[in-house]
């Protein structure tokens, strides 16, 4: 088995959860980290037993054998090593937003593609609730979709950082947290064609913490429209204002709904059409004829990111949820900008090819009585 070295650039606490994946994977270790001041990145290197640390990330690429970098700076700081990676043919993981224009993103997927190479950007949303939802987006269980919505609201980030910082963040909950919910939907039900929004700061006053109190200048309230081809609209939200986390996404048909990390539920299917077989039979939203499949569920595969990544990083397979889905989700969520700024729709121009086994016919509510 090839020994997979790897550069971490980002010494924030999202690194840790990479760290600790890359941990338990036979075959992969982190040989160098990297961090705007060195002091950082030797601190993260200590905490996990990496070697050497840098506070130039084209150093760490020219000098390291590195198969690939994890990039985990702050949002606006994804461009410049993503870019430098791929021109020095690295394969990269890089996390959400994949960066803070469409232009850049446009540029990183281009470049990817242009030398070859594994361009794996998140979100990551293969769990095996999320696998196994994708097997009941069909009309046995479902009918013919005819709506969706999904939302990743909360209180709003903990930390006083750059979080609440528009000159840093470049962005608030849109590039934050609605990236999830978008994400999911898209890869669930495949491309859409057009976004609406409004998007504006909600609570410019915040006490954020420990109690502290700070002006912030970036969105926080966001809902979206988002048209399929069939005529579908999905709801898409993110509020940093609840009281509580919401983390929901729910697919409607004309025969029943999927429902992921809903009521406590991971995954429940309500169907009219047929019995889910080896399923346990629950009360839903006050409805019947309501199952969890914990078997389909536990029958799914369970990676972590960084094995995902290190899989395609050996085998050269492109990541299931690949650069131009990606590149799709990111679109929307720019359009989401421009459609807040002007007040029209924005026509989205990417696509992509689903990955799973998705019946265009599914979206067909036109030719039929249903």
């Not at 010494?11 to 994977?25: I, K």
């Not at 040989?31 to 990330?57: I, M, Q």
């Not at 997927?109 to 794996?120: D, H, P, Q, R």
């Not at 002007?342 to 026509?347: A, C, K, L, T």
Request: with cysteine; proline share 5%; net charge negative.
């Amino acid at each position: 088995m090839k020994l997979i070295n790897l550069g971490m650039i980002g010494s924030g606490h999202v690194s840790n959860r990479y760290f600790d994946q890359a941990a338990q994977l036979e075959g992969v270790r982190f040989v160098a980290t990297c961090s705007k001041h060195l002091e950082n990145a030797e601190k993260k290197a200590s905490a996990f037993g990496v070697p050497r640390w840098y506070d130039d990330y084209r150093v760490m690429m020219d000098r390291e054998e590195l198969d690939a970098v994890v990039v985990t700076t702050p949002h606006s700081m994804h461009t410049e090593p993503v870019l430098a990676a791929l021109e020095r043919g690295l394969n990269v993981l890089n996390e959400k937003p994949m960066a803070t224009t469409f232009e850049d993103c446009k540029r990183m997927v281009s470049l990817a593609e242009e030398k070859s190479i594994i361009f794996m950007s998140l979100p990551f949303d293969l769990n095996p609730a999320f696998l196994a939802a994708s097997e009941y987006v069909d009309e046995r269980y479902i009918g013919k979709i005819t709506g969706a919505e999904a939302q990743l609201s909360l209180p709003g980030p903990w930390r006083d950082n750059w979080y609440y910082d528009k000159s840093i963040a470049h962005g608030g909950a849109v590039l934050d947290c609605l990236v999830y919910p978008i994400s999911r939907l898209v890869g669930l039900m495949g491309p859409a064609i057009s976004v609406i929004a409004e998007v504006n700061t909600l609570i410019p006053n915040r006490i954020v913490g420990d109690g502290k109190q700070v002006c912030s200048d970036v969105d926080d309230n966001v809902t979206i429209i988002v048209q399929f081809a069939g005529g579908q609209h999905a709801v898409i939200r993110s509020l940093w204002g609840l009281s509580f986390k919401q983390n929901n996404t729910i697919i409607y048909g004309r025969n029943g709904t999927i429902g992921l990390n809903d009521s406590g539920y991971p995954l429940v299917v309500h169907t009219l059409g047929q019995i889910i077989p080896d399923a346990e039979q629950v009360n839903w939203r006050g409805m019947e004829s309501c199952y969890i499949p914990h078997g389909k569920i536990s029958n799914q595969r369970n990676e972590s990111v960084i094995a995902h990544f290190v899989h395609c990083v050996r085998t050269g397979e492109q990541p299931v949820q690949t650069c131009k889905q990606q590149l799709h989700v990111h679109e929307i969520m720019f359009g989401a900008y421009r459609s807040a700024e002007s007040g029209q729709r924005f026509q989205l121009t990417t696509t992509f090819t689903p990955w799973g086994k998705l019946d265009p016919l599914i979206f067909d509510t036109r030719s039929s009585f249903i």
